[in-house]
């Protein structure tokens, strides 16, 4: 059967940068098999398909796969599949929030207008949960080993950390965005690595001009390297606010940051993060940024 797609670049607002999405607006008919196999023949970082929501009051109900496996959710495929049903009429005219249901259960998504016109969507993520800060001088050792990192590359007084706001990562700051830039991950012993701590990805970044840069490498779902990775932003922001690190402080229980990422890709991304603190712990977070069509068509499934 013909099955209607688009795409989108997602946490950026031009054309050809942020990181692609496609997104199937009607997947009724679509066995489980059939989505892997067009996310896998599509080979975006990931793909959606939507389908009616299990509860009538939410707007609709979003499976999402990486070209390896089906995931509970992630960030840009969350914001970039709101925009696409925005912007086929799928969605109340106007509407300025609107839950959808995800791997995990509902999510609450706040969509920001500017004359009507969607401009970025808001996610909520789940709630934080971390590790302890991994101690163990063989892993790290393994760790800049996985990541060509040069010897005491690592994040000087910021330690690694697992952290997760629904997707869980393994967060790993650098010295600085030359080594950053410098990094390039053998994706076997970083899939192990990341296997040990139980972690979907491996997030780095580094400090840069009151921001922050960041890439991703999540070899376990067949991505190599991620442009933008929203499930991956509320990790940070949890773990930058634990550690007191949030670029620009926080004030009146809550940081707001942005991430840079995509940009060794040739596809600069913006990620917007807030996080919010309850008596000087991270509670909640949210992730946002905007996204634009680039392709409509249909393939054969």
């Not at 670049?9 to 607006?25: C, E, H, I, M």
């Not at 098999?33 to 509860?55: C, G, H, K, W, Y």
Request: net charge negative; aromatic share 6%; hydrophobic share 45%.
């Amino acid at each position: 059967m013909k099955v209607d797609f688009v795409t989108l670049d997602v946490f950026t607002s031009r054309p050809f940068a942020g990181n692609q999405l496609l997104v199937v607006p009607d997947a009724r008919g679509l066995a489980t098999d059939e989505m892997q196999a067009i996310a896998r023949e599509i080979n975006f970082s990931e793909s959606t398909f939507v389908l009616p929501p299990d509860d009538p009051r939410h707007a609709y109900r979003q499976r999402t796969f990486v070209p390896v496996k089906e995931i509970p959710y992630a960030g840009h495929p969350t914001v970039g599949t709101a925009f696409a049903m925005d912007l086929l009429g799928k969605l109340p005219a106007g509407a300025s929030a609107i839950t959808i249901e995800v791997g995990f259960g509902p999510l609450d998504l706040e969509l920001l207008r500017d004359r009507g016109r969607l401009e970025r969507v808001r996610m909520a993520q789940g709630t934080p949960a971390w590790d302890e800060p991994v101690s163990d001088p063989s892993f790290l050792a393994r760790l800049e080993a996985g990541l060509s990192l040069a010897k005491g590359t690592l994040g000087g007084p910021l330690p690694v950390q697992a952290v997760s706001t629904g997707n869980r990562f393994l967060i790993v700051p650098v010295g600085d965005v030359a080594a950053l830039a410098a990094s390039a991950p053998d994706p076997r012993l970083l899939l192990a690595l990341e296997a040990e701590r139980g972690a979907l990805g491996t997030f780095l970044f580094a400090p840069h001009a009151g921001r922050i840069r960041a890439r991703c490498y999540v070899p376990g779902a067949g991505v190599p390297e991620d442009p933008a990775t929203g499930s991956a932003a509320g990790p940070l922001g949890v773990y930058l606010a634990l550690h007191g690190a949030v670029p620009g402080g926080v004030a009146e229980g809550r940081g707001r940051f942005t991430i840079d990422q995509g940009i060794e890709m040739g596809r600069p991304s913006e990620i917007d993060v807030t996080v919010f603190l309850d008596d000087g712990r991270p509670s909640a977070v949210r992730v946002e940024g905007s996204a634009v069509l680039v392709m409509t068509g249909n393939l054969s499934a």
